[in-house]
C-alpha cells in the first residue's frame, strides 16, 4: 500500500530518445510535485499541479512536459533527452503541510 | 541568496550519542513552514519532521526533535540516543509560497555518519 509509487525505478537510455516516468499517489491529495536532485544531491522543484492544473513550472526547458489526467497522477515526458538530464526525478504530493515523496526514479543518459 | 543553508556537509557521531544537524533560513512570510527529510542510501526521500512558523512548541517525533528559534531563524534537527540506522543525507527544506502554489526549497544537505 505505497503511499506515492513512482515507475520505472531506473531508467537507462540515449540521447536524443523520448521517455516518460509515471507517477501515482493513493493518499487522496489535490496537489503533486516533480523535483530534480543533480549529482551533487541538490533537489528543485521542476512543477507542480493542483488538482490536474499545472501550478508552478520552474524554469524548465519545455523539453520536459508534465501530464496529469487526475489527481492521483502526474507523469513526466521528457522529449529528446540530454546527457545533463542524467538525475533522479522525484514525484511528491501534499496535504495542507507536509509533501510526501515516491522512491524516486534515477535516470541516465547515454 | 540561499534560502536554506546546512553548514555541515558531513558529521560522524558516536552511536547512542545525540546529534544536532543545523539549518538556517531566510523568508520575510510570515507564514512558512519547515521540514527535515532523510535520504538513506537506498535513495528515499522520507519525512521526518514539520514545523509550522506559528507553532508555540519545538515539533517532537519519537527520537527526533526540531529546535525552532525563530528571531535567529535557526530550525536544527536534534536526534536522540543515534542508532546506525540514522546514517544517511539529512535534508532541511522551507516551504513557501501560497497554499496551492507551495513548494519546498531545500538545504544542501548534511551527510550523518554513525560509528559503532
Known amino acids: 500500500d505505497t503511499a506515492v509509487s513512482q515507475t520505472p525505478k531506473y531508467l537507462v537510455t540515449q540521447m536524443g530518445n523520448d521517455k516518460s516516468i509515471k507517477c501515482e499517489q493513493n493518499l487522496g491529495h489535490d496537489t503533486m510535485y516533480w523535483y530534480k536532485q543533480d549529482s551533487k544531491k541538490f533537489l528543485k522543484i521542476m512543477f507542480s499541479y493542483n488538482n490536474k492544473e499545472l501550478i508552478i513550472n520552474e524554469t524548465v526547458p519545455n523539453r520536459f512536459s508534465p501530464k496529469s489526467p487526475d489527481k492521483a497522477h502526474l507523469n513526466l515526458h521528457i522529449n529528446s533527452l540530454e546527457l545533463g538530464d542524467s538525475a533522479v526525478y522525484f514525484c511528491a504530493s501534499s496535504d495542507r503541510d507536509t509533501q510526501y515523496f515516491g522512491p524516486g526514479t534515477r535516470l541516465t543518459v547515454l | 541568496a540561499q534560502k536554506i543553508t546546512q553548514t555541515q556537509p558531513g558529521m560522524f557521531v558516536q552511536e547512542k550519542e545525540a546529534v544536532t544537524l543545523d539549518c538556517t533560513y531566510d523568508t520575510s512570510d510570515p507564514s512558512y513552514g519547515l521540514f527535515w527529510y532523510k535520504q538513506p542510501s537506498s535513495g528515499e526521500m522520507i519525512f521526518l519532521i514539520y514545523?509550522?512558523?506559528?507553532?508555540?512548541q519545538n515539533a517532537t517525533e519519537g527520537r527526533y526533535s526540531l529546535n525552532f528559534q525563530k528571531a535567529r531563524k535557526s530550525a536544527n534537527l536534534v536526534i536522540s540516543a543515534s542508532q546506525l540506522g540514522d546514517s544517511a543525507m539529512y535534508f532541511c527544506a522551507m516551504r513557501e509560497g501560497d497554499q496551492g502554489a507551495q513548494k519546498l526549497v531545500f538545504g544542501q544537505g548534511t551527510r550523518l555518519t554513525i560509528n559503532p
Open positions: 514545523q509550522g512558523s506559528y507553532d508555540q
